[in-house]
Nanobody, 126 residues
Framework: QLQLVESGGGLVQPGGSLRLSCAASEFPLDHYVIGWFRQAPGKEREGVSCINRSDGRPYYSDAVKGRFSISRDNAENTVYLQMNSLKPDDTAVYYC???????????????????WGQGTQVTVSS
């Protein structure tokens, strides 16, 4: 099973930025659709952003469109989630996931993936 390791979470003030990283050591991440999901206390897990394996095409949920950006660095075997203009509603545990969905929209909408990371906490608060 693919092992994914997230990093970059933390406490940030509203309007601030964070960059999350998702890395793997055993397998090339560009063989998979990679997604970022989040789960806030008392809420269901939701797909935030997913990136295609072939052409790097991204998908963003309406909640983060225009503020978050997903990207790949194949040389580093890492996928990043740049989060700008953070809001308190963005507070959640963020999970990286890898899958083989046909489209990035399908993966982010369904949450059907092959592997999950352990999660990293993002807290947006003044």
């Amino acid at each position: 099973q693919l092992q994914l390791v997230e990093s970059g979470g933390g406490l940030v003030q509203p309007g601030g930025s964070l960059r999350l990283s998702c890395a793997a050591s055993e397998f090339p991440l560009d063989h998979y659709v990679i997604g970022w999901f989040r789960q806030a206390p008392g809420k269901e897990r939701e797909g935030v952003s997913c990136i295609n394996r072939s052409d790097g095409r991204p998908y963003y949920s309406d909640a983060v469109k225009g503020r978050f950006s997903i990207s790949r660095d194949n040389a580093e075997n890492t996928v990043y989630l740049q989060m700008n203009s953070l809001k308190p509603d963005d507070t959640a545990v963020y999970y990286c996931a890898a899958g083989a969905a046909r489209t990035v929209q399908a993966m982010c909408a369904s949450g059907i993936v092959g592997s999950w990371g352990q999660g990293t906490q993002v807290t947006v608060s003044s």
